[in-house]
């Protein structure tokens, strides 16, 4: 499949009572024929922490509330000793807490970055039991399943985007964004993105959206004729840091095959506003 050199973890917790946490970091090991070749703190800023200058404690696994990696502000992505994606199987990963304040994920999501992108290596969704190191509250660790890339041809029924927004001064923002997606001459997907539980687009936090397709597609039809389009509909600027697209092939629940559609670890593309002295009103993603 593909040489990884770096990780980012995608969360998403629960939206319900008792569901967040007050865990400072989750524990990622990936194991292959006994040796575990990647054990990993994924920890987060906050201002009690490391980054005391820049911003309020995060409430990156609270109650209804996603994250990308749980890295720095600075890079959310954690780099990696480089191994070969086709040594894995499904008992290879798992996620970990070390703390006794429980947490309820929802959706857990493993990416690895190479050379030319960054692809989905592992996840679970609609996930329904606590992890603690409270054996009577919960599990300590849970593994995360493989999931295939797809190919050009994967029929894509609903999309995963993913972003992440670092911080400094306007970065955040409270527009709303659209993504709209032409595939084959066609317009299969136009979506504003809703108001969610999450802390959306706020500086230093992740976002976790699904959006269904109008049209099912595939990777190929955008790549032959078709384009992906990212747009902000107000004048309140918002510069991400980190963002991801994918397709997916299930209607609902957790997918059998994750197709990259769009990987940028280090967003450089400048604003998006309406208001076109602060930035752009809407900017093409490159598809890879």
Do not use: C
Not at 15 to 34: P, Y
Request: glycine share 10%; charged share 20%.
């Amino acid at each position: 499949m593909a040489t990884i050199d770096k990780l980012f973890l995608a969360t998403l917790t629960r939206n319900e009572d008792n569901a967040g946490t007050d865990a400072g970091s989750l524990d990622l090991t990936i194991n292959v024929d006994g040796i575990d070749i990647a054990d990993i703190n994924f920890g987060f800023m906050s201002a009690a922490g490391w980054f005391s200058d820049i911003g309020p404690d995060s409430d990156w696994l609270g109650e209804g509330q996603a994250a990308i990696s749980g890295g720095t502000y600075k890079d959310p992505g954690e780099p990696v000793d480089p191994f070969d994606s086709n040594q894995l199987t499904n008992s290879s990963i798992r996620v970990g807490i070390r703390s006794d304040d429980m947490w309820k994920p929802e959706n857990i999501l493993l990416l690895g970055h190479s050379e030319r992108r960054t692809i989905a290596l592992a996840m679970e969704t609609d996930i329904d039991f606590h992890l603690s190191t409270d054996s009577s509250e919960g599990k300590l660790t849970i593994p995360l399943r493989l999931v295939s890339p797809g190919t050009s041809s994967t029929i894509i029924r609903r999309v995963m985007l993913l972003v992440y927004t670092g911080a400094g001064d306007n970065v955040q923002t409270d527009s709303p964004i659209q993504l709209q997606i032409t595939a084959g001459g066609n317009l299969v997907l136009q979506q504003q993105i809703p108001d969610t539980s999450q802390d959306d687009l706020e500086q230093y936090t992740g976002n976790w959206y699904f959006i269904d397709a109008a049209v099912p597609f595939t990777r190929g039809d955008v790549l032959s004729n078709g384009e992906i389009k990212l747009s902000i509909l107000g004048t309140d600027a918002w510069v991400p840091k980190t963002l991801f697209v994918f397709g997916l092939d299930t209607e609902a629940g957790r997918p059998n095959e994750v197709v990259h559609l769009v990987s940028i670890p280090e967003w450089t593309f400048g604003a998006l506003s309406t208001d076109t002295s602060e930035g752009k009103p809407s900017i093409p993603l490159p598809v890879v």
